[in-house]
């Protein structure tokens, strides 16, 4: 499960994805996100399914690295299903056993649910395979620069954004490493119940968080030794330009918006007043 994490993972290739302007993937993510709260019907959902598979093709990076990241919220996504499965109480009743039953509004909330976290996971999975730590950084401290006139730090909230997200591969192997030892020692934490197997994670968390603290500790003294001060002043060795690539994609994002506002909401509607 440990190493099924792929957040903040990066995959080396040369696609048009990873080439387009980091500032590029964080918007089109978000309106991504965005697009699948919009979409009401099957057909939104299916152009949406259509558009994430075809810039996973352009991305280059493997399906199966996207599929992974989805087993460790395997939980979450059960827990939202049976949650909207059986406490929508609205529409028409297709089973019931005491007090619990299934409705056909349940059952369609339930459904749309579970493919748009699904959907969720995948496009934000595909921006941070296509984007290396240092760009996401640069790409978040320039579309937020307008904050610094409010006096908001910009610049080092980028900054612990990108140390969060270089961490999390790293302590993720040091989790991993903790594990194997503690289990060449007669650690077991298969076995049990839910408040036994918690017990043997302390074996585990109490190492893991002496390590984390002294590598911290070890970058805020690399900082200090390279006399690192803020982003006041500070300049870029690559600063970023849009090229016409960029162009294309804020366009190609543009009318795929239009479309599933369209298909996702208008055409439903219309539908449900016909």
Known sequence: MIRDITIGQYYPANSIIHRLDPRVKIVCTLIYMISLFVI???????????????????????F??????LKP????????????????????ILFQAGFLKIT?????????M???????????????FTTTPNALTDGIEKLLHPLNKIKVPVHEVAMMMSIALRFIPILLEETDKIMKAQIARGADFESGNIIQRAKSMI????????????RAND???AMEARCYRGGEGRT???????????????????????????????????VWIF
Do not use: E, W
């Not at 199966?64 to 990241?69: D, L, N, P, T």
């Not at 579970?114 to 941070?128: H, K, N, P, W, Y």
């Not at 074996?203 to 002294?214: E, G, N, Q, W, Y």
């Open 40 to 62: 009401n019907n099957v057909c939104g959902y299916a152009l949406a399914l259509l558009f994430l598979v075809f810039v996973i093709k352009a991305s280059g990076v493997p």
């Open 104 to 112: 056909d509004q349940g059952l369609r909330t339930a459904v749309f």
């Open 64 to 69: 199966k690295f996207i599929v992974k990241g």
């Open 114 to 128: 579970a493919v748009r976290l699904v959907f969720l996971i995948m496009g934000a999975s595909i921006m941070t």
């Open 73 to 92: 919220i395997v939980v979450l996504l059960l827990i939202t299903v049976l949650f909207n499965l059986f406490l929508t109480g609205t529409g028409t």
């Open 203 to 214: 074996p585990i968390l109490v190492p893991l968080f002496v390590s984390a603290f002294r």
């Open 236 to 270: 870029k060795m690559k600063p970023l330009l849009y090229k016409n690539r960029d162009y294309m994609a804020y366009a190609g994002m543009i009318l795929y918006t239009i479309a599933v506002v369209i298909v996702g909401r208008v055409l439903s509607f219309h």
């Open 219 to 221: 970058l805020a003294l």
